[in-house]
């Protein structure tokens, strides 16, 4: 699963990459686009109906915010609908921003300054560009099947369950930042001093050593992943030529089978006069 893990960050991380610097700057374009007729009513209703989780204890948070967004993920991963879902998700988180802007009167660049200064946004967006990055493998794979073999589609499988694995533990720490964050800022509201409510950016710190971890990672993956691919695809082709050599020759004969081979009564000796 590790090396899998390192071919897949090593060999994918500029679309991975792309579709991130997609999420931003769709989020702050549609974020600052006036609403159809009735969208602001209706996203305003989708706004109301997860802010009850700001009034849980910090375990039904964490728990309530991975359900949400690894539901999210999970949609992200299915071939063909992933990428859909994954612009609606864009366009709604880039509304509800929109929402909290003007029901709190502090303008769109405070509420995307709310989004895009706390690290937990720099765990979820990656997330969701990696689930539709695999679901665009996954197309990749099963258009590709009924030409060169469903043995891509086959490898695939096994990148989708290390997808799902590497997804759920980004979510987890993603989930983890933005409880803190939350805490933090419930502890520090009013009449609490308004400098203490800058103490929410020392999850900054944390969040520096777990970026310095996966860079440390995508480093070595992307030097150990063309040599890895390397040694898979030898180690494919071994496995078609046995699989060749076994098809095109006959199993040796048996002491017993020769021997009949050979006797009088055999097709070629017949009787003797």
Not at 119 to 125: D, G, N, S
Not at 136 to 147: E, I, M, N, P, Q
Request: glycine share 8%.
């Amino acid at each position: 699963m590790l090396e899998a893990l390192k071919i897949m960050v090593g060999r994918r991380w500029r679309l991975m990459l792309a579709l991130f610097v997609i999420e931003i700057g769709a989020i702050i374009v549609i974020s600052n686009l006036p609403f159809f007729p009735g969208e602001f009513s209706f996203t305003q209703n989708q706004y109301n109906s997860i802010k009850p989780i700001v009034e849980q204890s910090a375990l039904g948070q964490l728990a309530d915010i991975f359900a949400n967004n690894f539901m999210v993920v999970v949609r992200e991963l299915i071939p063909v609908i992933g990428p859909a879902v994954f612009a609606l998700s864009i366009y709604e988180t880039a509304r509800i921003v929109e929402v909290i802007a003007i029901t709190n009167g502090d303008g769109v660049g405070a509420a995307l300054g709310t989004l895009f200064l706390l690290p937990h946004t720099y765990l979820e967006l990656p997330a969701y560009a990696i689930a539709v990055t695999e679901s665009g493998y996954l197309v990749y794979s099963v258009a590709t099947g009924f030409s060169r073999g469903w043995a891509i589609f086959v490898r695939e499988l096994r990148f989708l369950v290390v997808s799902i694995m590497l997804i759920a533990g980004v979510l987890v720490f993603a989930a983890v930042f933005e409880v803190t964050e939350i805490q933090i800022e419930v502890l520090t509201q009013a009449p609490a001093p308004p400098i203490e409510g800058a103490l929410v950016f020392l999850t900054w710190i944390p969040f520096a050593l777990v970026f310095a971890g996966a860079l440390s990672f995508w480093r070595r993956a992307r030097r150990e992943a063309p040599e890895l691919e390397a040694r898979e695809a030898e180690d494919a082709r071994r496995q078609a030529d046995a699989l060749l050599g076994v098809a095109g020759h006959a199993p040796p004969q048996t002491q017993g089978e020769k021997d009949a081979a050979g006797s009088p009564t055999s097709g070629e000796g017949g009787a003797t006069a």
